[in-house]
């Protein structure tokens, strides 16, 4: 009876796990559509939720201390959910790739028109100021 009870706690660990996961991939989402639409106030709620989850899951990691030895992971219904979690949570790292990708890409971009509008802010300087013509560039000591 304590390998079944034993069984279904590592199920419910899984199972909490996969919908924590499941939950971060769609707000690692929804971080790159809030970059991308310039949503400052839209990522922080994300992020601040992203990091509850990730608390949560840590908590949940320590708390259980669920230790999956090799007769537990040779059962078929927590076999199949370490690899749901696996693939999972190579899903989220891809998603958080592509938000680091999209960061990046918006970086590039802002530094490009700082470096415009700085450009432009030194050609305006000296216009309007009268032009210097025939002053002499270089002198032989005569004039």
Same mark, same amino acid.
């Given at each position: 009876m304590t390998v079944a009870v034993d069984i279904r706690s590592h199920v419910e660990?899984?199972?909490?796990?996969?919908? &924590?996961?499941q939950q971060m991939k769609g707000l690692g989402?929804?971080?790159? @559509?809030?970059?991308?639409? &310039?949503?400052?106030?839209?990522? %922080?709620?994300?992020m601040t939720q992203m990091q @509850?989850? =990730?608390v949560r899951v840590r908590?949940?990691?320590?708390?259980?201390?669920? @230790?999956l030895d090799d007769e537990a992971r040779c059962r078929? +219904?927590? !076999? +199949?959910r370490v690899e749901r979690l696996r693939h999972l949570i !190579? %899903?989220?790292?891809q998603v958080r790739s592509q938000? *680091? @990708?999209? #960061?990046r890409m918006l970086l590039h971009? #802002?530094?490009? *028109? =700082? +470096?415009?509008? #700085?450009?432009?802010?030194? !050609? #305006?300087?000296?216009?309007?100021?009268? !032009?210097?013509?025939?002053?002499?560039r270089f002198t032989d000591g005569l004039r």
């Open positions: 660990f899984l199972d909490a796990q996969y919908e &924590d996961f989402r929804r971080q790159r @559509e809030c970059l991308l639409r &310039d949503d400052l106030k839209g990522l %922080s709620q994300a @509850e989850l =990730m908590l949940r990691q320590r708390d259980l201390a669920v @230790e078929p +219904e927590v !076999a +199949e !190579a %899903s989220v790292a938000s *680091e @990708e999209v #960061t971009q #802002t530094r490009q *028109e =700082m +470096e415009q509008s #700085t450009r432009q802010k030194r !050609a #305006t300087r000296g216009y309007g100021q009268p !032009a210097r013509v025939n002053e002499p």
